[in-house]
Protein backbone atom coordinates (compact mmCIF):
# COMPACT_ATOMS: atom_id res chain seq x y z
CA UNK A 1 0.00 0.00 0.00
CA UNK A 2 1.14 3.96 -0.25
CA UNK A 3 2.58 4.98 2.57
CA UNK A 4 0.69 8.07 3.90
CA UNK A 5 1.53 11.45 3.21
CA UNK A 6 -0.75 13.89 5.10
CA UNK A 7 -0.97 16.44 2.38
CA UNK A 8 -2.27 14.05 -0.10
CA UNK A 9 -4.76 12.66 2.55
CA UNK A 10 -6.16 16.07 3.58
CA UNK A 11 -6.29 16.63 -0.46
CA UNK A 12 -8.31 13.39 -0.81
CA UNK A 13 -10.78 14.51 2.62
CA UNK A 14 -11.36 17.63 0.77
CA UNK A 15 -12.44 16.20 -2.32
CA UNK A 16 -14.85 13.57 -0.43
CA UNK A 17 -16.52 16.07 1.62
CA UNK A 18 -17.94 18.14 -1.58
CA UNK A 19 -19.55 14.43 -2.05
CA UNK A 20 -20.46 14.08 1.83
CA UNK A 21 -22.07 17.54 2.28
CA UNK A 22 -24.69 15.96 -0.68
CA UNK A 23 -26.15 12.79 1.39
CA UNK A 24 -26.02 14.81 4.82
CA UNK A 25 -28.60 17.26 5.84
CA UNK A 26 -27.54 20.88 4.74
CA UNK A 27 -27.35 21.71 8.71
CA UNK A 28 -24.46 19.41 9.22
CA UNK A 29 -21.12 21.10 8.45
CA UNK A 30 -18.62 17.94 9.28
CA UNK A 31 -15.20 19.15 9.08
CA UNK A 32 -11.14 17.38 9.49
CA UNK A 33 -10.76 16.67 13.69
CA UNK A 34 -8.10 18.76 13.60
CA UNK A 35 -9.85 21.28 12.68
CA UNK A 36 -12.63 21.07 15.62
CA UNK A 37 -11.85 20.60 19.19
CA UNK A 38 -12.21 17.01 20.63
CA UNK A 39 -10.97 15.23 23.59
CA UNK A 40 -8.45 12.28 23.29
CA UNK A 41 -10.86 9.28 23.83
CA UNK A 42 -12.48 11.10 20.33
CA UNK A 43 -9.58 9.62 18.70
CA UNK A 44 -9.78 5.87 19.70
CA UNK A 45 -13.62 6.27 18.84
CA UNK A 46 -12.65 7.86 15.38
CA UNK A 47 -10.76 5.12 14.60
CA UNK A 48 -13.29 2.37 15.61
CA UNK A 49 -16.25 3.98 13.24
CA UNK A 50 -13.13 3.46 10.42
CA UNK A 51 -12.59 0.81 11.28
CA UNK A 52 -16.22 -0.87 11.36
CA UNK A 53 -17.04 1.22 8.13
CA UNK A 54 -13.84 -0.66 6.29
CA UNK A 55 -15.54 -3.96 7.39
CA UNK A 56 -19.20 -2.73 6.13
CA UNK A 57 -17.65 -1.39 2.42
CA UNK A 58 -15.07 -4.36 1.81
CA UNK A 59 -18.42 -7.07 2.55
CA UNK A 60 -19.99 -4.61 0.29
CA UNK A 61 -17.16 -5.38 -2.16
CA UNK A 62 -16.89 -8.66 -1.91
CA UNK A 63 -20.59 -9.07 -2.69
CA UNK A 64 -19.25 -8.39 -6.13
CA UNK A 65 -17.01 -11.58 -5.83
CA UNK A 66 -20.22 -13.43 -4.83
CA UNK A 67 -19.43 -13.76 -1.01
CA UNK A 68 -23.03 -13.03 -0.54
CA UNK A 69 -26.39 -15.10 0.63
CA UNK A 70 -25.69 -18.58 1.70
CA UNK A 71 -22.01 -18.21 0.66
CA UNK A 72 -21.39 -15.41 3.24
CA UNK A 73 -23.73 -17.47 5.68
CA UNK A 74 -21.60 -20.23 5.34
CA UNK A 75 -18.32 -18.03 5.56
CA UNK A 76 -19.44 -17.13 8.64
CA UNK A 77 -20.15 -20.18 9.99
CA UNK A 78 -16.87 -21.40 9.49
CA UNK A 79 -15.15 -18.21 11.39
CA UNK A 80 -17.81 -18.32 14.07
CA UNK A 81 -16.26 -22.10 14.60
CA UNK A 82 -12.88 -20.52 14.97
CA UNK A 83 -11.72 -22.06 11.88
CA UNK A 84 -9.90 -20.25 9.24
CA UNK A 85 -11.71 -18.98 6.14
CA UNK A 86 -9.50 -18.07 2.67
CA UNK A 87 -10.44 -17.42 -0.72
CA UNK A 88 -8.60 -18.30 -3.64
CA UNK A 89 -8.21 -18.25 -7.12
CA UNK A 90 -8.12 -21.10 -9.72
CA UNK A 91 -7.62 -21.16 -12.86
CA UNK A 92 -6.33 -23.17 -15.69
CA UNK A 93 -5.26 -22.59 -19.46
CA UNK A 94 -5.75 -24.63 -22.27
CA UNK A 95 -4.60 -24.57 -25.59
CA UNK A 96 -5.46 -27.10 -28.22
CA UNK A 97 -4.56 -26.65 -32.23
CA UNK A 98 -8.25 -26.23 -34.28
CA UNK A 99 -6.90 -26.11 -38.08
CA UNK A 100 -4.34 -24.92 -40.55
CA UNK A 101 -5.07 -22.85 -43.59
CA UNK A 102 -3.97 -21.34 -46.54
CA UNK A 103 -4.14 -17.75 -47.95
CA UNK A 104 -3.04 -15.62 -50.94
CA UNK A 105 -2.57 -12.18 -50.38
CA UNK A 106 -1.73 -9.67 -53.68
CA UNK A 107 0.85 -6.62 -52.95
CA UNK A 108 -0.46 -3.73 -52.97
CA UNK A 109 2.61 -2.43 -55.49
CA UNK A 110 1.99 -2.42 -59.26
CA UNK A 111 4.62 -3.44 -61.64
CA UNK A 112 4.19 -1.83 -65.30
CA UNK A 113 6.47 -2.74 -68.23
CA UNK A 114 6.49 -1.05 -71.70
CA UNK A 115 7.51 -2.56 -74.89
CA UNK A 116 7.67 -1.98 -78.74
CA UNK A 117 7.51 -5.00 -80.83
CA UNK A 118 9.57 -5.39 -83.83
CA UNK A 119 6.99 -4.08 -86.12
CA UNK A 120 6.63 -0.93 -84.00
CA UNK A 121 3.42 -2.32 -82.09
CA UNK A 122 3.79 -0.76 -78.44
CA UNK A 123 2.13 -2.84 -75.54
CA UNK A 124 1.83 -2.65 -71.79
CA UNK A 125 2.55 -5.52 -68.74
CA UNK A 126 1.23 -5.44 -65.73
CA UNK A 127 2.07 -7.34 -62.76
CA UNK A 128 1.69 -8.22 -58.97
CA UNK A 129 3.50 -9.99 -56.18
CA UNK A 130 1.03 -12.98 -54.78
CA UNK A 131 2.69 -14.25 -51.43
CA UNK A 132 0.98 -17.56 -50.04
CA UNK A 133 0.39 -17.16 -46.23
CA UNK A 134 0.42 -20.37 -44.16
CA UNK A 135 -2.11 -19.84 -40.72
CA UNK A 136 -2.20 -22.31 -37.45
CA UNK A 137 -5.67 -21.68 -35.47
CA UNK A 138 -5.59 -22.27 -32.04
CA UNK A 139 -8.34 -22.13 -29.55
CA UNK A 140 -7.22 -20.73 -26.20
CA UNK A 141 -9.43 -21.25 -23.58
CA UNK A 142 -9.49 -19.75 -19.46
CA UNK A 143 -11.52 -21.26 -16.87
CA UNK A 144 -11.31 -19.75 -13.40
CA UNK A 145 -13.05 -20.17 -9.76
CA UNK A 146 -13.17 -17.82 -7.09
CA UNK A 147 -13.76 -20.02 -3.75
CA UNK A 148 -13.39 -19.39 -0.06
CA UNK A 149 -12.32 -22.68 1.73
CA UNK A 150 -12.56 -23.28 5.53
CA UNK A 151 -9.24 -23.71 6.87
CA UNK A 152 -6.17 -25.69 5.22
CA UNK A 153 -8.59 -28.44 3.19
CA UNK A 154 -9.43 -26.65 -0.23
CA UNK A 155 -11.81 -30.05 -0.78
CA UNK A 156 -14.48 -28.09 2.01
CA UNK A 157 -15.31 -24.88 -0.62
CA UNK A 158 -17.77 -22.73 -1.71
CA UNK A 159 -17.42 -21.76 -5.16
CA UNK A 160 -18.49 -17.96 -4.84
CA UNK A 161 -18.17 -17.58 -8.43
CA UNK A 162 -16.45 -18.75 -12.31
CA UNK A 163 -16.47 -18.72 -15.82
CA UNK A 164 -14.97 -20.42 -18.43
CA UNK A 165 -13.88 -18.27 -22.00
CA UNK A 166 -12.68 -18.73 -25.10
CA UNK A 167 -10.76 -16.79 -28.03
CA UNK A 168 -9.19 -18.22 -31.40
CA UNK A 169 -5.68 -16.76 -31.56
CA UNK A 170 -3.90 -17.12 -35.11
CA UNK A 171 0.58 -17.74 -35.30
CA UNK A 172 2.22 -17.82 -38.56
CA UNK A 173 4.35 -20.84 -36.79
CA UNK A 174 3.06 -24.26 -36.42
CA UNK A 175 4.59 -23.71 -32.95
CA UNK A 176 1.98 -23.00 -29.70
CA UNK A 177 1.65 -19.27 -28.26
CA UNK A 178 0.37 -21.32 -24.75
CA UNK A 179 1.40 -24.47 -23.42
CA UNK A 180 -1.12 -27.24 -23.89
CA UNK A 181 -2.14 -27.08 -19.87
CA UNK A 182 -1.49 -24.89 -17.80
CA UNK A 183 -2.61 -24.50 -14.15
CA UNK A 184 -1.88 -21.00 -12.75
CA UNK A 185 -0.06 -21.13 -8.95
CA UNK A 186 -3.33 -20.69 -6.77
CA UNK A 187 -3.86 -17.31 -4.99
CA UNK A 188 -4.80 -17.25 -1.21
CA UNK A 189 -5.77 -14.66 1.26
CA UNK A 190 -6.81 -15.21 4.72
CA UNK A 191 -10.15 -13.32 5.69
CA UNK A 192 -10.96 -15.10 8.92
CA UNK A 193 -10.43 -11.46 11.09
CA UNK A 194 -12.90 -9.75 8.35
CA UNK A 195 -15.85 -12.55 9.20
CA UNK A 196 -15.12 -12.77 12.93
CA UNK A 197 -14.77 -9.10 13.89
CA UNK A 198 -17.63 -7.54 11.49
CA UNK A 199 -20.04 -8.24 14.39
CA UNK A 200 -17.72 -5.66 16.52
CA UNK A 201 -15.04 -3.72 16.73
CA UNK A 202 -14.02 -2.34 20.02
CA UNK A 203 -10.48 -1.27 20.83
CA UNK A 204 -9.24 -2.12 24.81
CA UNK A 205 -7.46 0.73 26.14
CA UNK A 206 -6.55 -0.55 29.20
CA UNK A 207 -4.33 -3.14 27.88
CA UNK A 208 -0.80 -2.68 28.17
CA UNK A 209 -0.09 -2.60 24.88
CA UNK A 210 -2.12 0.01 24.33
CA UNK A 211 -0.66 3.05 23.34
CA UNK A 212 -2.05 5.50 21.39
CA UNK A 213 -5.13 5.16 19.19
CA UNK A 214 -2.81 3.93 16.13
CA UNK A 215 -0.28 1.66 17.82
CA UNK A 216 -2.38 -1.40 19.62
CA UNK A 217 -3.56 -4.90 19.28
CA UNK A 218 -7.04 -4.38 17.37
CA UNK A 219 -5.78 -2.19 14.99
CA UNK A 220 -2.22 -3.77 14.23
CA UNK A 221 -4.33 -6.94 13.12
CA UNK A 222 -6.25 -4.81 11.14
CA UNK A 223 -3.91 -3.23 9.21
CA UNK A 224 -2.17 -6.64 8.72
CA UNK A 225 -5.52 -8.13 6.87
CA UNK A 226 -5.79 -4.92 4.79
CA UNK A 227 -2.25 -5.19 3.86
CA UNK A 228 -2.53 -8.79 2.81
CA UNK A 229 -5.97 -8.23 1.26
CA UNK A 230 -4.58 -5.67 -0.58
CA UNK A 231 -1.81 -7.75 -2.18
CA UNK A 232 -3.89 -10.24 -2.99
CA UNK A 233 -6.21 -8.28 -4.84
CA UNK A 234 -3.54 -6.92 -6.48
CA UNK A 235 -1.94 -10.16 -7.65
CA UNK A 236 -5.43 -10.92 -9.02
CA UNK A 237 -5.86 -8.43 -11.20
CA UNK A 238 -2.30 -8.16 -12.42
CA UNK A 239 -2.97 -12.07 -13.45
CA UNK A 240 -6.07 -11.16 -15.63
CA UNK A 241 -4.47 -7.72 -16.96
CA UNK A 242 -1.18 -9.40 -17.88
CA UNK A 243 -1.37 -13.45 -18.71
CA UNK A 244 -5.24 -13.48 -19.93
CA UNK A 245 -6.33 -9.93 -21.22
CA UNK A 246 -3.58 -9.80 -23.75
CA UNK A 247 -4.48 -12.94 -25.67
CA UNK A 248 -7.29 -11.55 -27.27
CA UNK A 249 -7.51 -8.59 -29.58
CA UNK A 250 -8.50 -5.50 -27.36
CA UNK A 251 -8.47 -2.87 -30.14
CA UNK A 252 -12.43 -2.33 -29.87
CA UNK A 253 -12.27 -2.42 -26.55
CA UNK A 254 -11.90 0.70 -23.63
CA UNK A 255 -10.22 -1.37 -20.86
CA UNK A 256 -9.24 2.41 -19.30
CA UNK A 257 -12.68 1.71 -17.92
CA UNK A 258 -11.86 -1.10 -15.61
CA UNK A 259 -11.09 0.91 -12.48
CA UNK A 260 -12.66 2.14 -9.31
CA UNK A 261 -13.35 5.87 -9.97
CA UNK A 262 -16.38 7.00 -8.86
CA UNK A 263 -16.68 4.37 -6.35
CA UNK A 264 -17.11 6.12 -3.11
CA UNK A 265 -14.96 4.92 -0.37
CA UNK A 266 -17.06 5.67 2.88
CA UNK A 267 -14.06 6.22 5.02
CA UNK A 268 -14.17 9.25 6.00
CA UNK A 269 -12.70 10.73 9.54
CA UNK A 270 -15.05 14.14 10.21
CA UNK A 271 -16.36 15.73 12.99
CA UNK A 272 -19.25 17.76 13.87
CA UNK A 273 -18.45 21.16 15.41
CA UNK A 274 -20.50 22.34 18.61
CA UNK A 275 -23.97 24.28 18.08
CA UNK A 276 -23.36 28.15 18.54
CA UNK A 277 -20.84 29.85 18.47
CA UNK A 278 -19.47 29.18 22.00
CA UNK A 279 -16.42 26.50 20.99
CA UNK A 280 -17.54 23.71 23.02
CA UNK A 281 -16.79 20.04 22.18
CA UNK A 282 -17.42 18.46 18.80
CA UNK A 283 -19.02 15.20 17.99
CA UNK A 284 -18.87 12.00 16.07
CA UNK A 285 -20.79 11.87 12.83
CA UNK A 286 -24.29 9.41 14.25
CA UNK A 287 -24.24 6.21 12.96
CA UNK A 288 -27.48 7.86 10.81
CA UNK A 289 -25.09 9.34 8.70
CA UNK A 290 -22.15 6.11 9.02
CA UNK A 291 -25.46 4.66 7.08
CA UNK A 292 -25.78 6.96 4.73
CA UNK A 293 -22.47 6.74 3.69
CA UNK A 294 -22.47 3.02 3.07
CA UNK A 295 -25.82 3.63 1.41
CA UNK A 296 -23.81 5.61 -1.04
CA UNK A 297 -21.08 3.19 -1.59
CA UNK A 298 -23.40 0.72 -3.03
CA UNK A 299 -25.12 3.06 -5.10
CA UNK A 300 -21.86 4.46 -6.48
CA UNK A 301 -20.86 0.76 -7.01
CA UNK A 302 -24.20 -0.48 -8.70
CA UNK A 303 -24.09 2.38 -11.11
CA UNK A 304 -20.10 1.50 -11.83
CA UNK A 305 -20.87 -2.14 -12.49
CA UNK A 306 -23.92 -1.33 -14.54
CA UNK A 307 -21.86 1.17 -16.86
CA UNK A 308 -19.07 -1.98 -17.24
CA UNK A 309 -21.95 -4.10 -17.91
CA UNK A 310 -22.25 -2.08 -20.84
CA UNK A 311 -19.08 -1.38 -22.38
CA UNK A 312 -18.14 -5.28 -22.16
CA UNK A 313 -21.36 -6.94 -22.94
CA UNK A 314 -19.32 -9.94 -25.58
CA UNK A 315 -20.17 -12.89 -22.73
CA UNK A 316 -18.27 -15.68 -24.82
CA UNK A 317 -14.66 -13.96 -24.86
CA UNK A 318 -11.51 -13.57 -22.42
CA UNK A 319 -12.79 -9.98 -21.61
CA UNK A 320 -16.71 -9.86 -20.59
CA UNK A 321 -18.50 -7.62 -17.77
CA UNK A 322 -17.74 -10.57 -15.50
CA UNK A 323 -14.23 -9.83 -15.81
CA UNK A 324 -14.54 -5.81 -15.60
CA UNK A 325 -16.69 -6.48 -12.62
CA UNK A 326 -14.27 -8.44 -10.77
CA UNK A 327 -11.70 -5.98 -10.87
CA UNK A 328 -13.57 -2.97 -10.35
CA UNK A 329 -14.08 -4.99 -6.93
CA UNK A 330 -10.67 -5.55 -6.34
CA UNK A 331 -9.63 -2.13 -7.22
CA UNK A 332 -12.57 -1.02 -5.05
CA UNK A 333 -11.11 -3.16 -2.06
CA UNK A 334 -7.54 -2.03 -2.53
CA UNK A 335 -8.93 1.59 -2.13
CA UNK A 336 -10.90 0.75 1.21
CA UNK A 337 -7.49 -0.69 2.56
CA UNK A 338 -5.26 2.35 1.69
CA UNK A 339 -8.23 4.64 2.77
CA UNK A 340 -8.16 2.80 6.49
CA UNK A 341 -4.44 2.35 6.39
CA UNK A 342 -3.86 6.06 6.11
CA UNK A 343 -7.14 7.18 8.07
CA UNK A 344 -5.73 5.67 11.25
CA UNK A 345 -2.31 7.22 10.28
CA UNK A 346 -3.79 10.70 9.82
CA UNK A 347 -5.27 10.59 13.37
CA UNK A 348 -1.81 9.38 14.62
CA UNK A 349 -0.09 12.05 12.96
CA UNK A 350 -2.49 14.57 14.50
CA UNK A 351 -2.01 13.28 17.91
CA UNK A 352 2.08 14.03 17.17
CA UNK A 353 1.62 17.67 15.50
CA UNK A 354 -0.43 18.47 18.32
CA UNK A 355 2.11 17.40 21.01
CA UNK A 356 4.65 18.87 19.13
CA UNK A 357 2.38 22.22 19.40
CA UNK A 358 2.06 21.65 23.35
CA UNK A 359 5.82 21.24 23.52
CA UNK A 360 7.24 23.63 21.29
CA UNK A 361 9.46 21.92 18.85
CA UNK A 362 10.17 18.54 17.93
CA UNK A 363 11.85 16.30 20.17
CA UNK A 364 15.17 14.59 20.41
CA UNK A 365 17.28 12.01 22.20
CA UNK A 366 18.93 15.13 23.24
CA UNK A 367 15.99 17.03 24.21
CA UNK A 368 15.05 13.85 26.53
CA UNK A 369 18.55 13.83 28.09
CA UNK A 370 18.27 17.29 29.04
CA UNK A 371 14.73 16.81 30.39
CA UNK A 372 16.49 13.83 32.28
CA UNK A 373 19.20 15.80 33.66
CA UNK A 374 16.70 18.62 35.21
CA UNK A 375 14.32 15.97 36.84
CA UNK A 376 17.88 14.23 38.25
CA UNK A 377 18.88 17.78 39.20
CA UNK A 378 15.09 17.61 41.49
CA UNK A 379 14.96 14.34 42.43
CA UNK A 380 18.85 13.72 43.52
CA UNK A 381 20.93 15.76 46.23
CA UNK A 382 23.95 17.41 45.11
CA UNK A 383 25.96 13.81 45.86
CA UNK A 384 23.89 11.65 43.86
CA UNK A 385 23.28 13.72 40.93
CA UNK A 386 24.67 12.70 37.64
CA UNK A 387 28.14 14.93 36.98
CA UNK A 388 29.41 15.54 33.72
CA UNK A 389 32.49 12.67 32.59
CA UNK A 390 35.26 15.75 32.94
CA UNK A 391 38.21 15.13 35.43
CA UNK A 392 41.37 17.41 35.68
CA UNK A 393 44.69 15.31 35.74
CA UNK A 394 46.92 16.95 38.60
CA UNK A 395 48.95 16.56 42.01
CA UNK A 396 47.28 17.54 45.22
CA UNK A 397 47.36 21.39 45.28
CA UNK A 398 48.78 21.59 42.26
CA UNK A 399 47.60 22.93 38.99
CA UNK A 400 45.76 20.33 36.24
CA UNK A 401 48.32 18.59 34.43
CA UNK A 402 45.48 18.07 31.61
CA UNK A 403 41.68 16.65 31.06
CA UNK A 404 39.69 13.51 30.57
CA UNK A 405 36.65 13.83 29.03
CA UNK A 406 33.86 11.70 27.70
CA UNK A 407 31.77 13.37 25.39
CA UNK A 408 28.82 12.18 23.53
CA UNK A 409 27.81 13.58 19.89
CA UNK A 410 23.51 13.66 18.96
CA UNK A 411 24.53 13.82 15.21
CA UNK A 412 22.43 17.17 15.36
CA UNK A 413 25.39 18.79 14.26
CA UNK A 414 26.17 20.82 17.59
CA UNK A 415 29.35 20.55 19.94
CA UNK A 416 29.73 17.20 21.55
CA UNK A 417 28.88 17.82 24.91
CA UNK A 418 30.52 15.72 28.52
CA UNK A 419 28.69 12.43 29.01
CA UNK A 420 26.53 12.88 32.27
CA UNK A 421 27.01 10.00 34.86
CA UNK A 422 26.27 8.64 38.14
CA UNK A 423 29.57 8.62 39.93
CA UNK A 424 30.62 6.90 43.09
CA UNK A 425 34.13 7.33 43.81
CA UNK A 426 36.41 5.96 46.76
CA UNK A 427 40.41 6.55 48.01
CA UNK A 428 42.28 3.64 47.48
CA UNK A 429 43.62 1.67 50.77
CA UNK A 430 45.04 -1.21 48.61
CA UNK A 431 47.23 -0.93 45.37
CA UNK A 432 45.68 -2.57 42.18
CA UNK A 433 48.62 -3.95 39.60
CA UNK A 434 48.76 -4.38 35.98
CA UNK A 435 51.83 -6.29 34.45
CA UNK A 436 54.57 -4.71 31.91
CA UNK A 437 55.82 -8.36 31.26
CA UNK A 438 55.53 -11.61 32.01
CA UNK A 439 57.38 -11.34 35.48
CA UNK A 440 57.29 -7.62 35.76
CA UNK A 441 54.09 -6.04 37.28
CA UNK A 442 53.52 -1.65 38.21
CA UNK A 443 51.25 -1.24 41.37
CA UNK A 444 49.12 1.78 41.77
CA UNK A 445 46.60 3.46 43.98
CA UNK A 446 44.93 6.92 43.56
CA UNK A 447 41.35 8.12 43.58
CA UNK A 448 38.80 5.74 42.04
CA UNK A 449 35.73 6.20 40.56
CA UNK A 450 32.87 3.69 39.51
CA UNK A 451 30.42 5.73 36.22
CA UNK A 452 27.01 4.56 35.68
CA UNK A 453 24.97 6.25 32.41
CA UNK A 454 21.87 6.20 30.62
CA UNK A 455 21.87 6.90 27.01
CA UNK A 456 18.39 7.59 25.39
CA UNK A 457 17.49 6.40 22.14
CA UNK A 458 14.39 7.02 19.55
CA UNK A 459 13.84 3.97 17.59
CA UNK A 460 14.42 6.29 14.26
CA UNK A 461 17.15 8.23 15.18
CA UNK A 462 20.99 6.48 15.22
CA UNK A 463 22.86 6.14 18.83
CA UNK A 464 24.75 8.82 20.20
CA UNK A 465 28.50 8.33 19.09
CA UNK A 466 30.75 8.18 22.46
CA UNK A 467 34.76 9.42 21.87
CA UNK A 468 37.59 9.75 25.10
CA UNK A 469 39.65 12.78 24.71
CA UNK A 470 42.48 13.40 26.59
CA UNK A 471 44.09 17.09 26.51
CA UNK A 472 47.81 17.65 28.04
CA UNK A 473 48.92 21.30 29.35
CA UNK A 474 51.99 22.66 27.85
CA UNK A 475 55.24 20.90 29.86
CA UNK A 476 53.14 18.59 30.84
CA UNK A 477 52.57 14.70 30.77
CA UNK A 478 50.58 11.44 31.81
CA UNK A 479 49.89 8.23 30.63
CA UNK A 480 46.63 7.20 29.39
CA UNK A 481 45.61 3.76 29.97
CA UNK A 482 42.44 2.00 28.43
CA UNK A 483 41.53 -1.78 29.42
CA UNK A 484 39.08 -3.82 31.58
CA UNK A 485 39.18 -4.90 35.29
CA UNK A 486 40.39 -8.48 35.14
CA UNK A 487 39.85 -9.31 39.17
CA UNK A 488 39.56 -6.88 42.69
CA UNK A 489 43.13 -5.99 42.57
CA UNK A 490 43.98 -6.29 38.86
CA UNK A 491 44.32 -3.75 35.51
CA UNK A 492 44.83 -5.28 32.56
CA UNK A 493 45.29 -2.46 29.48
CA UNK A 494 44.65 -3.31 25.81
CA UNK A 495 46.39 0.41 25.12
CA UNK A 496 48.64 2.69 26.14
CA UNK A 497 49.73 6.19 24.99
CA UNK A 498 51.28 9.33 26.31
CA UNK A 499 49.59 12.30 26.48
CA UNK A 500 52.05 15.44 26.67
CA UNK A 501 52.63 19.00 26.30
CA UNK A 502 49.59 20.05 24.29
CA UNK A 503 48.70 16.81 23.14
CA UNK A 504 44.76 16.46 22.31
CA UNK A 505 43.90 12.55 21.65
CA UNK A 506 40.44 12.08 20.30
CA UNK A 507 39.62 7.78 20.84
CA UNK A 508 35.84 7.15 19.04
CA UNK A 509 34.58 4.44 22.08
CA UNK A 510 32.52 1.42 19.51
CA UNK A 511 29.58 -0.11 22.04
CA UNK A 512 27.71 -2.64 21.90
CA UNK A 513 24.36 -2.51 23.61
CA UNK A 514 23.82 -5.31 26.27
CA UNK A 515 20.61 -7.48 26.25
CA UNK A 516 18.69 -6.73 29.37
CA UNK A 517 18.63 -9.44 31.59
CA UNK A 518 14.56 -10.36 30.51
CA UNK A 519 15.87 -9.98 26.47
CA UNK A 520 18.73 -12.67 27.83
CA UNK A 521 16.04 -14.35 29.39
CA UNK A 522 13.59 -14.96 26.40
CA UNK A 523 16.81 -15.16 23.95
CA UNK A 524 18.11 -18.70 25.78
CA UNK A 525 14.37 -19.87 26.86
CA UNK A 526 14.55 -21.97 24.45
CA UNK A 527 17.91 -23.48 24.44
CA UNK A 528 19.47 -26.96 25.50
CA UNK A 529 20.71 -26.85 29.52
CA UNK A 530 24.30 -26.90 28.26
CA UNK A 531 23.55 -24.11 25.43
CA UNK A 532 22.26 -22.09 28.55
CA UNK A 533 25.00 -22.46 31.05
CA UNK A 534 27.42 -21.36 28.42
CA UNK A 535 25.56 -18.60 27.14
CA UNK A 536 25.63 -17.46 30.79
CA UNK A 537 28.99 -18.14 31.59
CA UNK A 538 30.48 -16.43 28.51
CA UNK A 539 27.74 -13.46 29.62
CA UNK A 540 29.60 -13.17 32.48
CA UNK A 541 33.23 -12.75 30.93
CA UNK A 542 31.86 -10.63 27.81
CA UNK A 543 30.58 -7.98 30.29
CA UNK A 544 33.22 -6.38 31.19
CA UNK A 545 34.21 -3.14 32.94
CA UNK A 546 35.56 -0.77 30.78
CA UNK A 547 38.19 0.73 32.63
CA UNK A 548 40.86 4.24 32.16
CA UNK A 549 43.51 4.22 34.44
CA UNK A 550 45.67 7.87 34.08
CA UNK A 551 49.15 8.03 35.46
CA UNK A 552 51.71 10.97 36.34
CA UNK A 553 55.13 9.99 36.76
CA UNK A 554 57.86 12.01 39.08
CA UNK A 555 60.34 11.96 35.45
CA UNK A 556 60.38 12.15 31.66
CA UNK A 557 62.03 8.79 31.50
CA UNK A 558 59.68 7.07 33.91
CA UNK A 559 56.97 8.08 31.98
CA UNK A 560 57.84 6.46 28.81
CA UNK A 561 59.47 2.95 30.26
CA UNK A 562 55.84 2.34 31.77
CA UNK A 563 54.05 3.34 28.44
CA UNK A 564 56.32 1.18 26.62
CA UNK A 565 56.34 -1.75 28.68
CA UNK A 566 52.21 -1.79 28.90
CA UNK A 567 52.44 -1.70 24.65
CA UNK A 568 54.68 -4.38 24.41
CA UNK A 569 52.68 -6.06 26.94
CA UNK A 570 49.89 -5.90 24.41
CA UNK A 571 51.88 -7.20 21.59
CA UNK A 572 53.78 -9.30 23.24
CA UNK A 573 51.68 -11.29 26.30
CA UNK A 574 53.84 -13.74 26.91
CA UNK A 575 56.97 -12.23 26.22
CA UNK A 576 60.15 -11.93 28.94
CA UNK A 577 62.12 -9.15 29.59
CA UNK A 578 65.51 -9.80 31.65
CA UNK A 579 65.92 -6.48 32.31
CA UNK A 580 63.08 -5.98 34.94
CA UNK A 581 62.72 -9.85 35.96
CA UNK A 582 61.35 -9.64 39.20
CA UNK A 583 60.63 -5.72 39.85
CA UNK A 584 57.53 -4.34 40.82
CA UNK A 585 56.94 -0.69 39.69
CA UNK A 586 55.48 1.97 42.56
CA UNK A 587 53.49 4.80 40.78
CA UNK A 588 52.79 7.85 42.40
CA UNK A 589 49.82 8.01 44.71
CA UNK A 590 48.39 10.37 43.33
CA UNK A 591 47.28 8.12 40.21
CA UNK A 592 43.88 8.12 39.04
CA UNK A 593 41.76 5.13 38.13
CA UNK A 594 38.58 5.88 36.22
CA UNK A 595 36.36 2.88 35.85
CA UNK A 596 33.57 3.13 33.76
CA UNK A 597 30.16 1.08 32.38
CA UNK A 598 27.83 2.09 30.23
CA UNK A 599 24.03 0.74 29.52
CA UNK A 600 21.57 1.66 27.65
CA UNK A 601 17.85 1.66 27.27
Given at each position: ???????????????????????????????????????????????????????????????????????????????????????????????????????????KTKHVSEYESSHGT????????????????????????????????????????????????????????????????????????????????????????????????????????????????????????????????????????????????????????????????????????????????????????????????????????????????????????????????????????????????????????????????????????????????????????????????????????????????????????????????????????????????????????????????????????????????????????????????????????????????????????????????????????????????????????????????????????????????????????????????
Amino acid sequence: MNSFQEHVFRAKVDDTLKTVRTILDTTKHPARPADVPHAYDDKYSLVEQALKASIVATLNAADVLGASGEALAGMQAWAADNKSVSLRLDSEERCKFIKKTTREVESKTKHVSEYESSHGTKAKWTGKTVTTIEEWHWEFEVEYKLIAFCGSNPDQRTVLQGRTGKVEVITTSDKSPRPEVRVVPAESVNITWLLQTAADVKIDRNKKSCRTPRRNDQVERALSFFTSLHGWCGRVSNYFRSSVFPVQSLDKLDMSAINATGVFVPLVPLMLPAAGDEGGRGSLLPAKDQKAFIGEQARSLEAKLSALGKAFADEKKLVTGAEANILCALEHIKHIGERISHCVDYIEHMLEQQLIAAVGKELQPKDFGEYMQFHARRLFSADYAPKPFVYAIRRPDHCPEGVLTLEADVGDGQLEQPLQSIVSSVKANKPMYFSLGAATRAEFLGERFLHGAIQHQFSNVKDAKLRLTARARQFSSFILLVGKIASADTFEPTHAVIIQNKDDVLIPLLLETIPSAKAFRDAIESLSPEQQRFAKAFSCNAIGIDSLCTLRCRNQTATRTIAQFATRWIDERNSFDSRFDGNVYHLSSTGRFVVVRWKRR
